[in-house]
């Protein structure tokens, strides 16, 4: 007699589920600044980030759904950085030769957050889109672990430490709002560390409404980031 077949995580049934969706049916695009076009992409440097799901580590009982089980791994850059100084952001780089895009990602994940590749499961290579102010196509691939007490502490450089959020915390309501700066508009989510905004932002809210874990959130609420702060000014003040 075999023996039946271990439930799974409710986050990964649940991400599992979207990709055969995903498969079947396609993925509507992330439009405005980052919608992907071929002529516009053919200057940009190709690279990849990992959304990399995991269970959640907190205690607390689930009240809604699969969004209260699962967190995800960010990491906060340097803010001695030259580009992109201080941001929150999805573990990833650019594609080295040689590399394909799942490589890139899981390499940059190792390199960021301490978790070897072998500890990832990667569920799907998402549709690329396009970076502008930074000249990026980037590939989005989705993974899940089970390990994630196998993230070791990564060596001081780039990523100034891993952050590890409750993905119910980055969809409570008034943890979001809309950040405006230079002009400019982005989906944006408050951290104690800081706001994931930009690029990051608009992909995390896209996803987020894909999986369908998204919650009613006051789209009228601002906020206006100066430039120090987008530079990440205040984590040199502390």
Do not use: C, K
């Amino acid at each position: 007699m075999s023996t039946p077949a271990q439930p799974l995580h409710p986050g990964r049934d649940a991400l599992d589920a979207f990709v055969e969706q995903v498969a079947a049916e396609g993925m509507a695009p992330l439009g405005g600044p980052h919608a992907y076009d071929d002529a516009r992409a053919s200057g940009y440097r190709a690279s990849a980030v990992l959304a990399l799901f995991t269970p959640t580590d907190r205690r607390s009982r689930a009240t809604n759904g699969v969004r209260d089980a699962v967190d995800i791994f960010l990491v906060q850059r340097s803010p001695t950085l030259r580009q992109h100084p201080g941001q929150i952001a999805l573990p990833g780089g650019g594609i080295e030769a040689g590399e394909s895009e799942v490589e890139a990602a899981l390499r940059e994940a190792h390199e960021e957050i301490g978790l070897a590749p072998q500890y990832v499961d990667v569920l799907a290579q998402l549709d690329r889109v396009l970076v502008p102010v930074s000249g990026f196509v980037v590939t989005p691939v989705l993974g899940w672990t089970d390990s994630p007490e196998a993230a070791a502490n990564v060596s001081p450089g780039e990523v100034l430490h891993t952050l590890r959020v409750p993905v119910s915390h980055l969809l409570a309501p008034q943890n979001r709002a809309t950040v405006t700066i230079a002009g400019h508009r982005s989906a944006g989510f408050e951290l104690e560390s800081g706001w994931v905004w930009g690029f990051t932002g608009n992909l995390l809210s896209h996803l987020f409404d894909e999986l369908g874990w998204a919650r009613p959130w006051p789209h009228e609420r601002t906020h206006a980031m100066s430039m120090d702060e987008a530079r990440g000014g205040r984590l040199l003040d502390r």
